[in-house]
């Protein structure tokens, strides 16, 4: 098993090298190929559109991770993953968009942003439903993941900014103006509303995820920035304004693509199947090593406290009393029982998590269960559930 781990922890660095160099082609080729579209010296729009095509590389690259993971979970979380894949392809078409834009042979009326912004609407609402449904799947349930509540407050938010005052821009008309604004204010209340859910996902999934969720995270909220960063900075500051002419304005969109890519790395290693316990690993390492594979740690708190009332009294270096191993056993069959049946995100079989543990360790299970039925007490089966496998 290891050294599948390591071909596959190697196969993803390599793919995210080639997405890497993939996208320095693209840059290379789009600032110095000559074009009849570029006026000498205008290397600012050849920056913008070697941006655009980084960014639909990078998109299309943090899809692919996400759409690779799914046989390693849930028909829930699969959900999950499609609809946010699908929000970050919408988001690389966005960028394919501007950049047909520029090659338009014609120069194209304000009112063609309406329907751009409109594919990166539809992306950011991928996202957001994507993030709703994981969420949810942990049993998240708040304002953030009503979708009513969020949608309708986007709406209210659109409508709002159609009326504050705001400074007339040159050759672009009122009606124009708002449309634009409103779309963003509604892009922008969205994309909270992702982020807020994302965070409380940090908060309460299980290790296994956290560094995941960390990268995931850190590309929402750089995404939300950019949200509020692009009209506005474009609104304030001139065309003529190195910020603005040069393209260096896009860098947020940049960055949250390469966070978005590094997050889907993580949640793919984190499918990656854990090594083996050492052979001189406890009871209790066996126990807390299948307890941390749960998504949700609050839903197996019941069992580990009682593996609390057995640690409280431990004595560094000293033996378990028998009464004390078959605690640990009991324990480690809710916590299975759990996993096999009630995890919520990824699937688990029997074999497959006491394929992880010591021999010593599985024969002690077996040895333990055995008893229990030759007892007459019930056995650590699905039917059962976790409390009856509290008695095995």
Same mark, same amino acid.
Not at 86 to 111: H, K, M, T
């Given at each position: 098993?290891?050294?599948?781990?390591?071909?596959?922890?190697?196969?993803?660095?390599?793919?995210?090298?080639?997405?890497?160099?993939?996208?320095?082609?693209f840059?290379v080729?789009?600032?110095l190929?000559?074009?009849?579209?570029?006026?000498?010296?205008?290397?600012?729009?050849?920056?913008?559109?070697?941006m655009?095509?980084?960014m639909?590389?990078?998109?299309?690259?943090?899809?692919?991770?996400?759409?690779?993971?799914?046989?390693?979970?849930?028909?829930?979380?699969?959900?999950?993953?499609?609809?946010?894949?699908?929000?970050?392809?919408?988001?690389?078409?966005?960028?394919?968009?501007?950049?047909?834009?520029?090659?338009?042979?014609?120069?194209?009326?304000?009112?063609?942003?309406?329907?751009?912004?409109?594919?990166?609407?539809?992306?950011?609402?991928?996202?957001?439903?994507?993030?709703?449904?994981?969420?949810?799947?942990?049993?998240?349930?708040?304002?953030?993941?009503?979708?009513?509540?969020?949608?309708?407050?986007?709406?209210?938010?659109?409508?709002?900014?159609?009326?504050?005052?705001?400074?007339?821009?040159?050759?672009?008309?009122?009606a124009?103006?708002?449309?634009?604004?409103?779309?963003?204010?509604?892009?922008?209340?969205?994309?909270?509303?992702?982020?807020?859910?994302?965070?409380?996902?940090?908060?309460?999934?299980?290790? $296994?995820?956290?560094?995941?969720m960390?990268? =995931?995270? @850190?590309?929402?909220? /750089? +995404?939300?920035?950019?949200?509020?960063? !692009? &009209?506005?900075?474009?609104?304030?500051?001139?065309?003529?304004?190195?910020?603005?002419?040069?393209g260096?304005?896009?860098?947020?969109?940049?960055?949250?693509?390469?966070?978005?890519?590094?997050?889907?790395?993580?949640?793919?290693?984190?499918?990656?199947?854990?090594?083996?316990?050492?052979?001189?690993?406890?009871?209790?390492?066996?126990?807390?090593?299948?307890?941390?594979?749960?998504?949700?740690?609050?839903?197996?708190?019941?069992?580990?406290?009682?593996?609390?009332?057995?640690?409280?009294?431990?004595?560094?270096?000293?033996?378990? $009393?028998?009464?004390?191993?078959?605690?640990? =056993?009991? @324990?480690?069959?809710? /916590? +299975?029982?759990?996993?096999?049946?009630? !995890? &919520?995100?990824?699937?688990?079989?029997?074999?497959?998590?006491?394929?992880?543990?010591?021999?010593?360790?599985?024969?002690?299970?077996?040895?333990?269960?055995?008893?229990?039925?030759?007892?007459?007490?019930?056995?650590?089966?699905?039917?059962n559930?976790?409390?009856?496998?509290?008695?095995?």
């Amino acid at each position: 098993m290891g050294g599948a781990n390591l071909s596959m922890k190697t196969s993803v660095k390599i793919l995210i090298g080639c997405f890497v160099v993939a996208t320095i082609a693209f840059a290379v080729i789009m600032l110095l190929v000559p074009s009849r579209l570029f006026a000498p010296g205008t290397y600012n729009v050849r920056l913008g559109i070697a941006m655009e095509l980084a960014m639909f590389t990078l998109e299309l690259g943090a899809s692919w991770f996400f759409l690779s993971s799914l046989k390693n979970f849930k028909t829930g979380l699969r959900v999950a993953y499609v609809s946010l894949a699908v929000g970050i392809v919408l988001l690389g078409l966005f960028e394919v968009a501007n950049v047909v834009a520029v090659f338009s042979p014609v120069a194209l009326p304000a009112i063609a942003a309406v329907p751009i912004l409109l594919s990166y609407l539809l992306s950011i609402l991928g996202i957001y439903i994507g993030m709703r449904k994981f969420g949810r799947l942990l049993s998240i349930r708040n304002i953030w993941t009503s979708a009513w509540f969020v949608i309708i407050a986007a709406f209210i938010g659109a409508f709002i900014i159609t009326l504050l005052p705001h400074p007339q821009l040159p050759h672009v008309s009122e009606a124009v103006f708002d449309a634009q604004f409103a779309l963003i204010t509604w892009i922008t209340i969205v994309s909270l509303a992702s982020l807020v859910v994302s965070v409380r996902i940090r908060k309460i999934v299980g290790q $296994a995820y956290v560094p995941a969720m960390n990268w =995931l995270v @850190a590309a929402l909220a /750089v +995404e939300l920035f950019t949200n509020v960063h !692009e &009209p506005i900075s474009k609104l304030l500051l001139p065309g003529t304004n190195w910020y603005i002419a040069t393209g260096a304005s896009g860098w947020p969109f940049l960055a949250f693509s390469i966070l978005f890519v590094k997050a889907g790395q993580m949640f793919k290693q984190a499918t990656i199947e854990e090594p083996k316990l050492s052979e001189n690993a406890t009871y209790l390492d066996g126990v807390m090593y299948v307890a941390q594979l749960a998504s949700n740690p609050a839903a197996i708190n019941p069992i580990l406290d009682k593996v609390r009332g057995v640690t409280a009294f431990m004595k560094p270096g000293s033996e378990l $009393a028998a009464d004390d191993k078959a605690k640990l =056993l009991d @324990a480690y069959g809710e /916590v +299975e029982v759990y996993l096999t049946t009630k !995890e &919520p995100l990824r699937k688990f079989s029997e074999a497959d998590l006491r394929s992880r543990l010591t021999y010593d360790f599985q024969q002690a299970i077996k040895a333990h269960q055995k008893a229990g039925r030759e007892t007459g007490r019930p056995r650590n089966d699905s039917e059962n559930g976790p409390t009856a496998a509290a008695t095995v």
